[in-house]
DNA sequence: AGGCTAAGTGAGTGATTGCTCACTCCAAGA
DNA sequence: TCTTGGAGTGAGCAATCACTCACTTAGCCT
């Protein structure tokens, strides 16, 4: 075996992180083994716990990255008004799932474990941001009068936030991402269609 | 140790199962051990591979059992109108996930299993029969009428589908089966706030 | 050049797992 | 009463897993 370039830790750990992801695209996190990752990586078995004192370590800083990488995208959006924003929003979050799919078997895989770590509660908590940040908006959408004003902005986005969930383990289910970020658009259309007797924003065809 | 009282097979099957459905009640399917089931049953681990060829075999019938008792319930009700109907629908699969979270567990991660197996298969086949029901009452309810005639029924019931699905990933984050039911009903009202102008169902209080 | 240190190695360990098997038990039918 | 076969047992096997450790390597600073 040739030896495997000695490299800062930091790069290591991202490197690491990088190797679950990828091996999550094809295979549930729980059975996803350290010397896979390891081997992955083109590095020694024991090389990987020199960097993360446990699996699970492992496993939290991959939610965490992924989530932070989430929230980066989600900030730098910026549209005009609050209705096109959610909207943006949530095309920006099917899109960025869509193509890592990884990505998603990792956050769906901590938030239904049974106890509580650092892992799920970090993808709770990415929840939580993204749901409040809809709700912000469409109390703005309320206040510019482009949303019906009786609606409950927060249990609102949670349903929004519910249903894009949904489309995502239909995707998850029928190995179905690519069509993702389509369902997503039209599912956002219909719940944001606006004002009395607005036309549903769907298209009945293709 | 006190030797087990023979049973018939159909009978340890069937308890076999109702073990699993239990200890996933707590404990995320993938990590419960054939031993652990056994133990549960009040039988050794070697007893229970008499009644099941492997470990895989027991989890899919779990499943079967499982989707199956969902159908009988599903088809017991018979509301006189369509939109009443697929609201009772979805109030009883709401609430019969909200009482067997063990349930919702082993369906959820046989739905998200990369690999093709016979429970995943069984899993989604019943969120097929469950949309296909919605859909045909859909478009009865158009033809009566009641429903925005402009909706297309399949995408209308598939996004009914993805927002239940999406209040039960909630609820398993967030350990609040309490809450299904009732966060399922607003939702399903909000859906089907009819015709233009129509109010929306929700109540913006508890 | 020499030495310090961060990083890599791979053999090992103990625990767990799904599954097997030779054997025991017991009840129902001949 | 004897036989037969379905059901239960528990020791044990082979594989896998997360994790450890004594040792090696190589790059950087002086």
New interface residues.
Partial sequence: MPRASPTPAAERRAHAVQALLDLAR???P??ISTAAIAERMGVSHGALFRHFPSREALWAEAVTWATGELDTRLESLALPSPLEQVAALMACHATMLAENPGLV?ML??E????ATSLA?ET??AF?QRFRRRLATLMVAAQAEGSL?P???PE??A??L???????I??A???DGFADLAE?SK??VA?FLRRG?????A?T?GE
Same sequence: chains 1, 2.
């Fill in positions: 094809h295979t549930a729980d059975q078997r769906f895989a938030l239904q474990r049974p799920r993808g709770k929840m019906d009786q609606l409950d249990e609102f949670a349903l936030v519910a249903t894009q969930q949904g489309l383990l239909q998850l289910a029928h369902h039209r599912s219909l009395p007797g607005g036309v549903p769907t009945p």
